[in-house]
């Protein structure tokens, strides 16, 4: 498939070793976990604040993301923590010679039927998220480690529902 | 205790937007190690070839959880105040479900998916601009399904609470449960591999 091969992957334990690290720090240094979804929803809510003002400062859900005008949508936490990810993913990419244009996907789909199922995926991950309060970085990984209850519950259901429906999307992968 | 450092006034909202970059420049990094920039990597893992994700998380967890139970029991870290995302089961039940759909469907999380797009998969791109798209789609009918999202409101707990059990019995629990998880992981993908 690639026209040269990759450097291998961290070894898992290693690389969830560096990774709790990480978050341990957060708690430290912060006292709150890592997070991703709440980036893409001050995006959002900054986005249909520009487009629709009126509209974005109605809405219950978005409001919140947009506040009272007193700070840009933009500056929070979690938006400047989701920049660093993009940034430290490309620095690692860039070092094991993995950063290119590419679509990821299985020999078997076409690529307008993966980037298809792509924008799907995503838009059923931002219901999950949304609903849960929190993604895999939030709850799953944040609330995991400090024993909370509902990250708990979250994360088997996660598995659940990814083991229930992937025979029907083996296509796209294998 | 003198931590959570910010908690404690160590330093204000304007640097912790500076820690936030730092702290996600070395979440990403790892993310990126581990292989999790690439969807057929994430999604390998609920077609039992590559159990990576259950490995990486799974050691974050534990090494974490660790942390944070060793320097609460030194004084070091007060753990009354770091932040607990509420419990309400219903929709994290639920939202479980759903995301776990979605990885499989899209191959990505929110957090690995800003990993892969960074370094030029455009599957992620797509899927970024999935969740935008779910994201206001979700805010539109969130009036409606409120109702929902917010029943059975069961506060900041953490499952030693729920369970009436000591802390230190539950990480033990984890801790087993993440290392018999280590070894049946790798077990199922030398199985499934000696299939293929």
Redesign the interface.
């Known amino acids: 498939m690639n026209p040269r091969p990759d450097t291998p992957?961290?070894n898992?334990?290693l690389?969830?070793?560096?990774?709790?690290?990480?978050?341990?720090?957060?708690?430290?240094?912060?006292?709150?976990?890592?997070?991703?979804?709440g980036?893409?929803?001050s995006?959002?809510a900054w986005?249909?604040n520009l487009v629709a003002p009126a509209h974005a400062q109605a809405?219950?859900?978005?409001g919140e993301y947009v506040g009272d005008g007193s700070t840009h949508p933009l500056?929070a936490?979690?938006v400047?923590?989701?920049?660093?990810?993009?940034?430290?993913?490309?620095?690692?990419?860039i070092l094991?010679g993995?950063?290119?244009?590419?679509?990821?996907?299985?020999p078997r789909v076409t690529t307008a039927i993966?980037?298809a199922?792509?924008?799907?995926?995503?838009?059923?991950?931002?219901?999950?998220?949304?609903?849960?309060?929190?993604?895999?970085?939030?709850?799953?990984?944040?609330?995991?480690?400090?024993?909370?209850?509902?990250?708990?519950?979250?994360?088997?259901?996660?598995?659940?529902?990814?083991?229930?429906?992937?025979w029907f999307?083996?296509w796209?992968?294998? | 205790m003198m931590t959570p450092l910010y908690k404690y006034g160590f330093f204000g909202e304007e640097f912790s937007l500076l820690v936030a970059f730092a702290l996600g420049l070395g979440f990403g990094f790892f993310l990126e190690r581990a292989g999790f920039g690439s969807a057929r990597k994430l999604a390998a893992q609920f077609y039992l070839y590559d159990m990576s994700v259950f490995k990486v998380m799974f050691s974050a967890i534990v090494t974490a959880m660790l942390g944070v139970t060793y320097l609460g029991w030194i004084g070091v870290l007060d753990l009354d105040l770091v932040y607990l995302v509420p419990t309400h089961l219903g929709p994290q039940v639920v939202g479980g479900l759903v995301l776990g759909v979605g990885f499989v469907v899209g191959g990505y999380c929110p957090g690995t998916s800003v990993a892969a797009l960074a370094t030029g998969r455009i599957d992620a791109m797509i899927y970024a601009l999935g969740i935008f798209a779910g994201t206001f789609a979700y805010a539109e009918v969130y009036p409606a399904i409120k109702g929902f999202v917010n029943a059975n409101p069961m506060g900041q707990v953490t499952l030693p609470e729920v369970f009436g059990l000591p802390w230190g019995l539950l990480v033990f629990a984890v801790v087993l449960i993440a290392v018999v998880g280590f070894w049946g992981a790798t077990k199922i993908e030398r199985w499934v591999g000696s299939r293929s």
């Open positions: 992957y961290l898992p334990y690389a969830g070793i560096g990774l709790g690290l990480v978050l341990l720090a957060s708690f430290v240094i912060m006292g709150r976990g890592l997070g991703a979804s980036a893409f929803s995006t959002v986005l249909t809405n219950e859900y978005l500056k936490w979690l400047f923590e989701v920049i660093g990810v993009a940034a430290g993913a490309l620095l690692s990419g094991a993995r950063a290119r244009l590419a679509v990821e996907k299985g993966r980037l199922c792509a924008f799907a995926g995503g838009m059923l991950m931002a219901f999950g998220a949304h609903l849960a309060r929190g993604c895999t970085s939030g709850q799953a990984l944040t609330g995991g480690a400090l024993l909370n209850v509902g990250s708990w519950a979250f994360m088997l259901m996660v598995f659940v529902g990814g083991y229930a429906v992937a999307f083996r796209q992968w294998r």
